[in-house]
Structures are given as C-alpha cells and as structure tokens.
C-alpha cells in the first residue's frame, strides 16, 4: 500500500459561519471549533457544574448553553458581564436568544459535546463515589478495627506464639520458619 503524505491532502479546519439576525445585530455561529477548544469547554461545564461534590444537572445545562455561545458565536462580554452568569442566561434565555442561536449551531457539534459532557460528568460522579466509600473505611471502619487489632494484641500471649513457631519449625524438618 502506497503511503499518502498528510501535507499533500492539504486540509484546512473548517470554519465555516452560518448568521442569524438578532435584535437588528448580525451573528454568527462558527460549525466547528477545534477540538482543543472542545476539551477546555467541557472542562469548564463540569468544573462549573460542580456543587457540594455532586453534579447539579441544572448548572450543566445553564453553563453549557453559555460556553457554547462564548466559543461558537461572535457575541461578546465583559469580564464584569461574565461575573453574573445567571443574569447572561436569564437575558438570553428569556429573550429568544438560544431558539435562534441553536438553530444556526451545527447538530453534531452539539450533540457530540452534549455527550462528552454528559460521559465525564458520569465518569467523575461514579469515581467521587468510589473515592468517598474509600474514604468512609478510612475514616470511619478503620478506626474500629484498630480497636479490635488492639484488643487482639492485648489478649496475645508469647508464650503461646512460640508454642507455635516451635511447631511448625519441627514441622518443617527443624529449619526456621520464614
């Protein structure tokens, strides 16, 4: 099989544009964003999502919406604006915004990043919990069996240990036990 240089395909990434009007206001919405930009606005969901060491489903959905507006459309903010993401939200939401702007979105970048939010905050959830019960042996049952290794050490007799350890070695043609 003959081997087809990468350079000679001469491949662009696609940054295509749809536009939409808005309140008398061009925007427009890019089809793909790279996929480095895809892995940081994930990140940021579910980082931002976080609440209390569970996911709180609704801070997903608010977040999600944002970021896909802040990478994928030309509308900008503030950093004062972006300090009240909830008042951003509840202005674009309550005014048409995200009905327009997802119908200019392209579906599969949606979807797919719809998905890799919904698997890694999953992923997270079911390892938090794996990490929690670890945790709770760690906190909680260790310590009593510590109390119970004790009271065992407590009531060990020497005596009876060696009783054992000169058994077994005759067991073991008298060579030491290791």
């Excluded at 990140?43 to 801070?59: L, Q, R």
């Excluded at 972006?82 to 200019?104: Q, V």
């Excluded at 407590?154 to 036990?177: H, K, L, S, T, W």
């Amino acid at each position: 099989m003959g081997k087809v240089s990468y350079a000679n395909l001469k491949l662009k990434t696609n940054k295509e544009v749809k536009v939409f009007n808005f309140m008398e206001q061009e925007i427009e919405v890019l089809q793909y964003l790279s996929a480095k930009e895809k892995e940081e606005l994930i990140k940021i969901v579910c980082d931002k999502a976080m609440e209390n060491g569970i996911y709180n489903p609704f801070k997903i959905d608010l977040h999600f919406q944002l970021q896909l507006v802040y990478a994928y459309s030309n509308l900008s903010f503030t950093d004062k604006q972006k300090e009240d993401e909830y008042k951003i939200y509840d202005a674009l939401k309550s005014n048409g915004f995200f009905e327009e702007f997802y119908g200019a979105i392209n579906e599969n970048e949606y979807s797919e990043l719809f998905d890799h939010i919904n698997n890694l905050c999953e992923m997270n959830m079911e390892a938090n919990n794996g990490m929690n019960a670890m945790l709770k042996i760690l906190t909680q049952d260790l310590p009593a069996n510590a109390q119970d290794a004790a009271d065992i050490m407590g009531q060990f007799n020497m005596e009876d240990y060696q009783a054992v350890i000169d058994f077994a070695q005759a067991a073991n043609g008298g060579r030491p036990i290791e």
